[in-house]
C-alpha cells in the first residue's frame, strides 16, 4: 500500500516559524502609534503614513519577492527580505521627523515582502501533497496569526521598560535570527514537467486575459483595507473610545487594567481567535467551493464590523468583536492562495499570488492612511470604519462569479 505524504514536513515548519516571526512584529506597529506621536508632538496622520506606506510597500514587493524566489531560489530570496526588514527597523529606530520613518517604512514593507505569506506560502505549496495542500497553506497562514497573538503585547510589555527605539532594534535582532531556521527548508519542485515548461510571461498573459483572476485581484482589496485598519489603528482606537474597564471585573482581576492595554490584548485575541478560523478555512476549502467559501467570510466580517459600531464601544464589545473578526481574519489567505493555485497552477504561484496581494496591499495603504487622515479631520475613526464595511460587502459580491476551474489554454501534465 501506498503510504500517504505526512502533513507536517521542514519546509512547512520553517514556513510557519518565518512567518510567526515576521507577523509577530508587523503586528506590533499599531501599539506604537501614541508613543511615537506623543514623543514627537505629531499629528496620528503622520505615523499612520509610515505604516500605510509600509503595507504598500509590501504589495509592491510581494510579486518582486515571488519572481524572484522562482528565479534565485526560496531561501536567497528570504534571506534577502530579512536583512531588508531589519534594516529598516534599524534606520526607523533612529529616526525622529515623520519623512525619515515614511521613508525607512519602504524598507520595512519590502522585508515584510520577502518573509511573508507571498514566498511562504509558494513554496509551502509546492512541497505538499495535493491531498495536503489545502491545509498546508492554512496552517502556515495560522502562523501568522499565532505571532500576531504575541506581537503587540510583547511590544507594549517592552514599552513599559525600554524605548521604543530599543523595542525596534530588539525586534531587527530576532529577525535576522529566525534566518537560522533556513538550512531546513528544501522544497521540491511539484509544478508538472509541461508547468515548467511555460514561461512566466504566458501564464501571466493567460491570467491577465481571465475576468477571473480580475475579480480575485478587485476582491482581495477589501480584505487589505479591513485587516490593516483595524492592526495600525484598533490599540489606538480602543485607548480613546471605549468605556472604562471597571475595578472587580474579570479583565481588571487578571490585570487588563486600562483601555490601553485592553487595545493590545484585542489585536492578540484576534490572532488567537484567527488560528482556529484559518484552520478551519483550509480544511473547509478542500471539501468546498473556495469562492463561496470567500463570499461568507465577507459577508460575515461586514455584519460584524457594523454591528460593533452601532452599538456602545465597551470592553465585552471589543472582546466580542475581536473574537468575531479574529475568526475570519485571515482565513481569506489559504483559500485565495489556494483558489490561484487551483486554477493557474503551482509553477508562478508566487508571482500570480503576489500580484493579487497587492491589491490587498492597496487597500491597507488605504485603510491606514485613511484612518488617520480622518482622524485628524473629524477626531473620530466612525466615518472610515463604515468604509470598511461597504468594501467588505463589495468583496463579497465580487467574489461569485469567478470560474472556480482550471484555465483553459494553461498546459497540463
Known sequence: MQSRAPLFTPVLIVGCIIIMVSFAVRASFGVFQIPIAAEFAWARSEFSLAIAIQNLAWGVGQP??????????????????????????????????????????????FGIAGTGFGVILAVVGRAASDENRSMSLAIATAAGSAGQV???????????????????????????????????????AMASRAELEESMGQILG?????????????????????????????????????????AGGVLHNIGITTTSA?????????????????????????????????????????????????????????????????????????????????????????????????????????????????YDIYGSYTGVWWVGVAVGAFSAVVHLPIREKRLEGLVTA
Not at 510589555?157 to 529566525?178: C, K, P, Y
Open 206 to 246: 493567460k491570467a491577465f486575459r481571465d475576468p477571473s483572476y480580475t475579480l480575485i485581484f478587485l476582491g482581495f482589496f477589501s480584505c487589505g483595507y479591513q485587516l490593516a485598519f483595524i492592526t495600525a489603528h484598533f490599540p489606538a482606537f480602543v485607548t480613546e473610545m471605549c468605556g472604562p474597564i471597571l
Open 262 to 374: 485592553l487595545g493590545a490584548v484585542a489585536i492578540s485575541l484576534i490572532g488567537l481567535a484567527n488560528i482556529a478560523g484559518t484552520l478551519l478555512a483550509g480544511w473547509a476549502g478542500k471539501r468546498y467551493s473556495k469562492k463561496y467559501l470567500l463570499a461568507g467570510i465577507y459577508v460575515g466580517r461586514t455584519v460584524i464590523a457594523a454591528a460593533f459600531i452601532m452599538f456602545p464601544i465597551t470592553p465585552g464589545t471589543v472582546i466580542l468583536f475581536s473574537v468575531g473578526m479574529g475568526a475570519l481574519w485571515l482565513a481569506t489567505v489559504p483559500l485565495t492562495s489556494g483558489l490561484v493555485a487551483h486554477i493557474y497552477g503551482l509553477r508562478y504561484m508566487g508571482t500570480l499570488y503576489g500580484i493579487v496581494f497587492f491589491s490587498h496591499q492597496l487597500g491597507s495603504f488605504l485603510g491606514v492612511w485613511l484612518g488617520g487622515r480622518m
Open 150 to 188: 504575541f506581537g503587540a503585547p510583547v511590544a507594549e510589555w517592552m514599552l513599559g521598560f525600554m524605548s521604543w527605539q530599543m523595542t525596534f532594534v530588539s525586534f531587527a535582532a530576532v529577525i535576522l535570527a529566525m534566518l537560522l531556521t533556513l538550512p531546513m527548508m528544501r522544497a521540491p
Open 64 to 109: 518582486i519577492f515571488g519572481a524572484l524566489a522562482e528565479k534565485i531560489g526560496d531561501r536567497r530570496a528570504i534571506i534577502i527580505g530579512a536583512v531588508v526588514y531589519a534594516l529598516g527597523l534599524l534606520l526607523s529606530a533612529n529616526s525622529a521627523t515623520p519623512i525619515e520613518h515614511q521613508t525607512y517604512a519602504w524598507l520595512v514593507g
